[in-house]
């Protein structure tokens, strides 16, 4: 069965640096895309930045310039490093990896806080 882990988050200053991992283990699972999600208290779910097969990318406005998405193939491991965060990026971050057969698979959320 395939499952998502995520890890990394935790609380930082403002300006700091985090890097959130993603990783997929078990079954069989062939990489299409990945999307790192974050939902803010009382707000609803957003997308951050997404990588496509080969090696396209798009982030949110909110965070161009200062995040990054990146993949490594072996262990279909896919990161968001994040750089100058901000308050207004604090949220639970998901991470979806979608396979090739287009079917969506999902962490648990990792924390990420961010204070001023």
């Known amino acids: 069965q395939v499952q998502v882990v995520e890890s990394g988050g935790g609380l930082v200053l403002a300006g700091g640096s985090l890097r959130l991992s993603c990783e997929v283990s078990g079954g069989t699972f062939n990489f299409w895309s990945a999307s790192w999600y974050r939902q803010a208290p009382g707000k609803e779910r957003e997308l951050v930045a997404s990588?496509?097969?080969?090696?396209?990318?798009k982030y949110a406005d909110s965070v161009k310039g200062r995040f990054t998405i990146s993949r490594v193939s072996a262990g279909n491991t896919v990161y968001l490093q994040m750089n100058g965060l901000k308050p207004d990026d604090t949220g639970v971050y998901y991470c979806?990896?979608?396979?090739?057969?287009?079917?969506?698979?999902w962490g648990q959320g990792t924390q990420v806080t961010v204070s001023s």
């Open positions: 979806n990896q979608r396979d090739t057969n287009w079917i969506d698979y």
């Open positions: 990588i496509q097969l080969p090696r396209f990318t």
